[in-house]
């Protein structure tokens, strides 16, 4: 074979391998083109989570949550799974547990008016609410056919803090209780201010069962430091309805350790110390 021929028989290859060589680098080219555009076109993604909670501040503004009022039992089955019963008069173990309740509660009004109560020593009435607290449990737990306690967590932990406060359960029928005890001063009675509340969040919560659910309020006379207990009111929570207040909140390190800072006071400067001679 000539070199003419040899020649002739390699130029297709050649050919057929540019063509080729030259169509794969124009479709890199275009892919990196039309990926470009793509990503011109998405937002950040931190445009995207603030256009998210945007999106989802004005659902939830559209809801008039602030003007809603809501089945208190509703809130609980919701949140927990677990059911409000209400009281039952014709139950009675409901009755025992009403007595027992009835009794120690005249109890503890009249020990904490006494001046040697020890909360007639605190500054503040709502600090008062532990030491109802711990007569009432006391008191009920005395009773040979109640438990009470501090009611347990969901993962099984003892917690004062957070609703409710007590838990009592009649032995026999297995007819388990809420009680949380609230001290008021009776001239504000009809008062539209906040004196119960439900906190929904990631904690575990106390109510971990099908309950009745009782509220015990003290009335006390105002009279700070000497405060004397003038009536209580135990109520069914069952029947209660309640409205939600939507806020937005920020703590310290929030605040003073983020990302928010324009300007802060310069260190007071020490005086200079006078050369010693």
Request: glycine residues 6%.
């Amino acid at each position: 074979m000539t070199p003419r021929e040899r020649f002739l028989l390699i130029v297709p290859g050649v050919l057929f391998l540019i063509a080729f060589g030259a169509f794969e680098l124009g479709r890199l080219a275009s892919r990196k083109e039309a990926e470009r555009k793509v990503a011109a076109r998405q937002p950040s993604s931190t445009a995207t989570s603030k256009q998210d909670d945007a999106t989802l501040i004005r659902s939830l503004k559209a809801q008039d949550l602030d003007q809603r009022r809501f089945s208190f039992s509703a809130v609980i089955e919701g949140a927990t799974g677990n059911k409000i019963i209400p009281f039952n008069p014709k139950n009675p173990a409901a009755l025992l547990i009403l007595e027992a309740i009835r009794k120690s509660a005249d109890h503890a009004m009249q020990l904490h008016s006494q001046e040697g109560s020890d909360l007639r020593g605190l500054r503040r009435i709502n600090e008062g609410s532990r030491f109802f607290e711990d007569t009432l449990r006391e008191q009920i737990d005395a009773h040979p056919a109640l438990l009470c306690s501090i009611p347990l967590t969901s993962d099984g932990r003892e917690q004062r803090m957070g609703y409710p406060d007590l838990r009592i359960e009649h032995v026999e029928s297995g007819l388990v209780t809420y009680l949380d005890p609230k001290l008021y001063e009776e001239g504000s009675r009809a008062s539209t201010l906040r004196s119960f509340y439900y906190k929904l969040g990631t904690q575990p919560s106390k109510v971990s069962e099908d309950a009745q659910h009782l509220l015990l309020g003290f009335a006390h006379d105002g009279a700070d430091g000497a405060w004397t207990f003038t009536s209580w009111d135990l109520l069914d929570l069952s029947n209660l309805t309640v409205g939600l207040k939507a806020e937005f909140q920020a703590s310290n390190q929030d605040l003073y350790e983020g990302d928010s800072g324009l300007a802060s006071s310069r260190p007071a400067e020490s005086s200079p110390q006078e050369s010693v001679r």
